[in-house]
């Protein structure tokens, strides 16, 4: 019943889109995609994935290998984008990662730290995105990019904060939640920081190929606030992986920095539908190294 309402959300936002939107405009900016095109911005959505195996294993403490691991994160991935707020990955890891020196609840502990770190480096690329964006000027829209800046900032300070904020709950709860939700100064945490920051700059990376395919020319610090605040935007659970909430962010960002709506919305779209298939892609190829792998075991 829930995925069936998310399913009618995101096909009721996507038709609203294409409602208010001028057809004319997306047909002309959709008309400069090629397969050449969609192809190497596939290759590029594949990227970010090298970062984000390195930061599972360092997190996982390199479980089984590095091609047990790898193969299994990377088909895990292919499960998390068929089903609803990605479960079915996360319950495959679960089981996967468990053995004899990882229990349950090690297993999650490492999943909600990946959530925090991945949150962190969305954070940052957002703050970091608004300051650009403010000290180059040249846009209408200051006071909502000093905002963004500001929620930015509070967000940061907020997970930094966890811990301290941890210390007043019941001991039973208290110290699994610190050791998942603590960042260090550590130098892991570091590098776990470093992996994640990588992985967000390659994903902007291969957004601002297509849009440079598609004839806009976007400045990396407005880009980098796009990019930021739609993921951080289409994890709210309300549509299916975000279709349809994700591409009217893009359009109404756009929008509100100055660019057409139309740009934004195609923008959106082949970028999540070059993401989407990288993922087949990859998790595909997790599969087939986890196939090699079985006879051995």
């Known amino acids: 019943m829930r995925r069936s309402l998310r399913l009618s959300a995101s096909v009721a936002l996507l038709a609203f889109a294409l409602y208010l939107l001028d057809w004319t405009s997306l047909v002309a900016s959709t008309a400069k995609l090629t397969a050449g095109v969609l192809?190497?911005?596939?290759?590029?959505?594949?990227?970010?994935?090298?970062?984000?195996?390195?930061?599972?294993?360092?997190?996982?403490?390199?479980?089984?290998?590095?091609?047990?691991?790898?193969?299994?994160?990377?088909?895990?991935?292919?499960?998390?984008?068929?089903?609803?707020?990605?479960?079915?990955?996360?319950?495959?890891?679960?089981?996967?990662?468990?053995?004899?020196?990882?229990?349950g609840a090690t297993v999650i502990e490492i999943l909600v730290r990946e959530r925090i770190f991945g949150l962190m480096s969305m954070l940052m690329g957002l703050f970091v995105g608004a300051v650009g964006m403010q000290i180059a000027g040249g846009h209408g829209q200051q006071w909502f990019v000093s905002t963004l800046a500001i929620a930015a900032a509070c967000g940061i300070a907020a997970l930094l904060s966890l811990p301290g904020i941890i210390r007043h709950m019941p001991d039973s709860w208290r110290g699994g939640l610190q050791a998942a939700l603590a960042i260090r100064t550590s130098r892991l945490d570091t590098v776990l920081l470093?992996?994640?920051?990588?992985?967000?700059?390659?994903?902007v990376l291969a957004v601002q190929y297509v849009a440079t395919r598609l004839g806009l020319q976007l400045s990396w610090s407005m880009l980098l606030v796009i990019v930021t605040s739609v993921e951080l935007v289409r994890f709210i659970p309300v549509t299916v992986q975000g279709i349809g909430l994700r591409e009217g962010a893009f359009a109404t960002l756009f929008g509100l920095f100055g660019q057409a709506h139309e740009d934004g919305f195609v923008l959106g779209a082949i970028a999540y539908i070059a993401l989407s298939l990288s993922i087949v892609v990859t998790g595909t190829f997790g599969?087939?190294?986890?196939?090699?792998?079985?006879p051995s075991a």
């Open 39 to 103: 192809s190497v911005a596939v290759l590029l959505a594949c990227v970010p994935t090298v970062p984000l195996v390195a930061r599972w294993y360092l997190l996982a403490r390199g479980a089984g290998g590095w091609y047990a691991c790898s193969a299994r994160y990377l088909y895990a991935n292919l499960l998390s984008a068929v089903s609803p707020g990605s479960i079915a990955g996360d319950i495959y890891r679960y089981f996967a990662f468990r053995d004899r020196e990882r229990d």
């Open 194 to 203: 470093a992996l994640s920051l990588a992985a967000l700059a390659l994903w």
């Open 287 to 294: 599969a087939l190294m986890l196939a090699r792998l079985k």
